[in-house]
């Protein structure tokens, strides 16, 4: 499946209030939900990406587990017969034309670990186990709440599985692009693990293809090195010159294209 750079730019209406909480919300078929067995089930053996034991183990009726993975605690939570978790609000699509129908199965940090929830080795970790729940029967997608990025099933297997052996961070799923009512376009989802997003002013010498370009190669470098404190200038995807600076009190880095 060819990646689509705008697909993952929406409205900002359209995205509602998203929580910055580190949510992986697993939609299955209706009817399909895993029970606890069926999570115990693929935890993998030890050493490989994203194995976890259960940990903790509530009676099946409360539709939980808590799972332990690289000594970090996540808790599962929706787990039939319990009633399942609502499901997340609609954002950007990626190899999806819409959100399908179903029946949502939650994965969190635990409350042990809920200060770290946006330190990138605890979203890796997440990621990994989100990954083997994905080997479930009858997942039809899943969404990272945080950047309110909806994405089929097996391009969330295959963009994890890209990253947790050596490539790069998934930018196009674990963060997204949304569209002010002014024009102006705001990255979503790179505050939980920075503390800053992105910012691009209304422009039209920029269509929304390549604002996509520019972000995706600006997060993989401050996901790798951290939040700025001053301007600094980054190589851009197209050998263009990227100028970022932090604007509102640090908490955007609005980028500039010198041309």
């Known amino acids: ?9 929406t409205d900002l209406g359209d995205t509602g209030d998203l929580a910055a909480e580190a949510v992986l919300s697993l939609l299955f078929a209706k009817g399909a939900r895993p029970d606890a067995e069926g999570v115990a089930g693929v935890g993998a053996p030890q050493g490989r990406a994203g194995a976890f034991s259960v940990s903790h183990r509530p009676p099946a009726e409360d539709g939980w587990l808590e799972l332990l993975a690289s000594g970090l605690t996540f808790d599962c939570r929706g787990l039939a017969p319990a009633e399942p978790i609502p499901t997340p609000p609609a954002g950007a699509l990626l190899g999806l034309d819409s959100i399908p129908e179903g029946e949502v199965v939650t994965l969190a940090p ?5 200060q770290g929830r946006g330190l990138l080795p605890v979203v890796r970790v997440l990621a990994g186990v989100g990954r083997r729940l994905a080997d479930l029967p009858h997942l039809s997608a899943v969404c990272w709440l945080p950047a309110g990025s909806w994405m089929e099933a097996g391009y969330f297997c295959r963009v994890v599985d890209d990253w947790l052996g050596g490539g790069a961070f998934p930018a196009l799923g674990l963060t997204s692009l949304r569209r002010e009512s002014n024009g102006a376009m705001v990255s979503l989802g790179l505050d939980l693990l920075i503390g800053q997003e992105l910012r691009f002013e209304p422009d039209r010498t920029l269509s929304a293809s390549a604002v996509a370009r520019i972000s995706v190669r600006l997060i993989n470098e401050l996901v790798v090195n951290g939040p700025l404190v001053s301007a600094q200038e980054f190589a851009g995807p197209d050998g263009e010159v990227l100028v970022a600076v932090p604007v509102r009190g640090g908490r955007q880095l609005r980028v500039m294209v010198s041309r």
């Open 110 to 114: 635990g409350p042990h670990i809920a």
């Open 1 to 9: 499946m060819a990646r689509d750079w705008g697909a993952n730019i």
